[in-house]
T-cell receptor, first 115, second 112 residues
């Protein structure tokens, strides 16, 4: 079965410093991986997705993620945090075991950004 | 273009009561989904509809039923609510790329 593990439940950074949110995946085949973001009291929004093209994926709002097969990782990074980045971030892997692509969500990482 | 809309935004039920959560999308998407979000557990798939006229169970379907009323609308019904169903419920839809899902704003449900 496909799964993802988000290694940190909370990450705190100062505005202007780099962001690193860690995610490891488990998949029996070449996975499709995603990062979704949820701002307080909102629905989820797709940040970026990896679907076996370039291993470095760029998303919205300056975020990017690198697919590393040897490490089974898909960490999310941003060079400089902004206050508006404070949100919960979900690493997601696709599950196609039933013939229809469904998403399997990690437990989330809450990003706190201080001035 | 409203995207995915959900009603109600918030609901309080007593144990044993029933209710239906409504979801609609205006993006002409084939697939629709219902998730629940609980603290520390991420989102878990309750039911999904790959296309109009079909529905399938997800990871946590017990205690729920769904109806794909037409291409736009996908409702979730709790026949006899239980406190364990206290959660935030999200509806989502997707088009030709199933991994790219568009989410509604959620319904907060409290079952007493």
């Amino acid at each position: 079965a496909q799964s993802v593990t988000q290694l940190d439940s909370h990450v705190s950074v100062s505005e202007g410093t780099p962001v690193l949110l860690r995610c490891n995946y488990s998949s029996s085949y070449s996975p499709s991986l995603f990062w979704y973001v949820q701002h307080p009291n909102k629905g989820l929004q797709l940040l970026l997705k990896y679907t076996s093209a370039a291993t470095l994926v760029k998303g919205i709002n300056g975020f990017e993620a690198e697919f590393k097969k040897s490490e089974t990782s898909f960490h999310l990074t941003k060079p400089s945090a902004h206050m508006s980045d404070a949100a919960e971030y979900f690493c997601v892997v696709s599950d196609q075991s039933t013939g229809f692509q469904k998403l399997v969500f990690g437990t989330g990482t809450r990003l706190l950004v201080s001035p | 273009n409203a995207g995915v809309t959900q009603t109600p935004k918030f609901q309080v039920l007593k144990t044993g009561q029933s209710m239906t959560l409504q979801c609609a999308q205006d993006m002409n998407h084939n697939s629709m989904y219902w998730y629940r979000q609980d603290p520390g557990m991420g989102l878990r798939l309750i039911y999904y509809s790959a296309s109009e006229g079909t529905t399938d169970k997800g990871e946590v379907p017990n205690g729920y039923n769904v109806s794909r009323l037409n291409k736009r609308e996908f409702s979730l019904r709790l026949e006899s609510a239980a406190p364990s169903q206290t959660s935030v419920y999200f509806c989502a839809s997707s088009g030709t790329s199933p991994g790219t899902q568009y989410f509604g704003p959620g319904t907060r449900l409290l079952v007493l």
